[in-house]
């Protein structure tokens, strides 16, 4: 494949210096292909090309409904290539192409969705005195930055770029340094459709370029999903030039089981929460409480559908992909390693060897019972196909453990009973609670984000419109 080049200000940036970085398919550990390694100048480069893109006539003049009509036209595009960005999806990710083409579908939708809010986005008119005409104007919040990490691009990419697109701004999207090729496909569309400079796109290290965005004092907006301590260093950096952030910072989302709970339904939707995408996914399921009465027959059921599950690269039709890379493999490597004594390995828990694809990073899916819900494997997210198991023995026990850990971004509660079903979701501090279900990452329209160290603000859903607007008192004395 050939290399992948920047977009700023309507041009294609390769790489001057020789600077390139090569992208691995995790599947088989082979090269892709190779980005730009980007650096300061090009941050700079972007950022001032924002600015004269978000005042210029050519994008002013697209009205609201003619955004939407370009989001609208954006998802029928986004349909037409569903093959090949799946391809791409799973080239880059390593994900199976049933998941992968689950991905292209909801970035589609999230681009009908904010198409269908372009022109609906408005202010209000508020009574002070007769002849005072006060009102609220909505206006962009200017150049918006969108810092994408490697485990969903594509639709990370589109639920906030739709928003912020719908809402009249402009756009800056670093791709993570793993996975650009279908924020690439796209950068190609917007580039034949939008004036110059609305949509750009960098890549190159987050620690470089990206640091050099999140600093930036020309960006109005960051929108970052990614993980706590960088989300910590990109508001800090948005602090210093007193710019609002949207962080999304994964969790440690628990399934909370009841003895009346229809297992037969849990099961199924419990495993999927934890082995989508490796378990490389904000909202998994990575936590399993579970009430003791219940707790064998449940483990039980758990560990012979792991053991029925496939790891292998996509090309296999496998149930579990590989791990993105290298360091995040031996990362989960190393916690396995070290859980023995803390606990007892229920299934899985090593490397896995696949034949023919031997420099991939497969994981075993794994589930551990601890005995203290303190124990770091419950307590941190592990990003991995792993799940963490403890027991409880009451309603108001599973309560302080769901709420027991520093995040709180998604839980499941499953129980027949509307009663315990409602008073736990209602004490749970989670952004979504699900009943008798468990969406990971939820749909389109629900909103999604986090209380405590899951990240500040909401996305999807019609409220994520709010993180890129402006609002602006007008008030009008009359007098004759
Ligand atoms: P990071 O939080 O470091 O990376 C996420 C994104 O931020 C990537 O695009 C990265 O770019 C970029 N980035 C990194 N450093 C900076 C910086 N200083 N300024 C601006 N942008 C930056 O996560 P990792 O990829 O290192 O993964 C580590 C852990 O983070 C995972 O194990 C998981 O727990 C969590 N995580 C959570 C995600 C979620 O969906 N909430 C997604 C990904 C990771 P680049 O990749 O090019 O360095």
Request: glycine share 8%; net charge negative.
């Amino acid at each position: 494949m050939e290399n992948i080049q920047m977009l700023i200000d309507g041009q294609w940036v390769g790489s001057e210096q020789e600077q390139w970085i090569d992208v691995i398919n995790p599947a088989s550990g082979e090269l892709i292909t190779q980005i730009v390694r980007g650096n300061e100048k090009h941050a700079d480069d972007a950022v001032q090309a924002a600015r004269k893109a978000l005042k210029s006539k050519e994008w002013k003049s697209f009205k609201p409904f003619e955004r939407g009509q370009f989001l609208q036209e954006t998802a029928r595009y986004i349909r037409a290539n569903a093959e090949e960005l799946a391809k791409l999806e799973s080239i880059d990710i390593g994900k199976p192409s049933a998941q992968a083409k689950g991905d292209i579908e909801a970035a589609a939708r999230y681009f009908e969705f904010y198409a269908g809010l372009a022109d609906k986005v408005f202010g209000d008119s508020i009574p002070i005195e007769e002849d005072l005409l006060n009102v609220t104007v909505i206006e962009p919040i200017g150049v918006t930055l969108h810092i994408v990490p490697w485990n969903y691009p594509i639709q990370i990419t589109a639920r906030s770029v739709a928003a912020a697109i719908a809402t009249g701004n402009v756009v800056i999207v670093k791709s993570s340094e793993d996975t650009p090729l279908t924020t690439n496909f796209l950068a190609k569309w917007f580039h034949e459709k939008l004036p110059k400079g609305v949509f750009q796109h960098l890549t190159g290290y987050g620690a470089e370029i990206g640091s050099a965005l999140t600093s930036h004092s020309g960006v109005n907006q960051i929108t970052f999903t990614g993980s706590v301590p960088t989300g910590i260093a990109v508001m800090k950096s948005a602090a210093n030039n007193v710019v609002p952030v949207t962080l999304e910072l994964g969790g440690k989302s628990p399934n909370v089981v009841f003895k009346d709970a229809d297992l037969e339904r849990a099961v199924p939707v419990i495993v999927n929460s934890i082995v989508q995408n490796a378990g490389q996914t904000c909202s998994a399921g990575s936590r399993l409480l579970v009430e003791e009465t219940i707790a064998d027959e449940l483990l039980e059921k758990l560990v012979v559908k792991f053991k029925t599950l496939k790891v292998g690269p996509p090309a296999n039709n496998a149930d579990v992909g590989p791990i993105i890379n290298e360091k995040q493999y031996k990362q989960i490597l190393e916690i396995l390693g070290s859980i023995e004594e803390q606990a007892k390995v229920l299934v899985g828990g090593e490397a896995v060897q696949v034949e023919g694809y031997e420099n991939g990073f497969y994981i075993s899916p794994t589930i551990i019972e601890a005995s203290d819900h303190n124990n770091s494997f419950v307590q941190e997210e592990i990003f991995g196909p792993v799940l963490s198991v403890v027991r409880f023995s009451d309603v108001e026990e599973a309560i302080e453990l769901a709420n027991a850990t520093e995040y709180g971004l998604v839980a499941g509660v499953w129980s027949k009973d509307i009663d315990v079903a409602h008073y736990v979701a209602s004490r749970i501090d989670s952004g979504q609670v699900f009943v008798n279900s468990y969406g990971a990452a939820g749909g389109v329209q629900m909103p999604f984000g986090g209380y405590k160290k899951s990240g500040i603000g909401r996305e999807k859903s019609h409220l994520a419109v709010q993180n890129y607007i402006q609002i602006k008192n007008i008030a009008i004395q009359v007098q004759l």
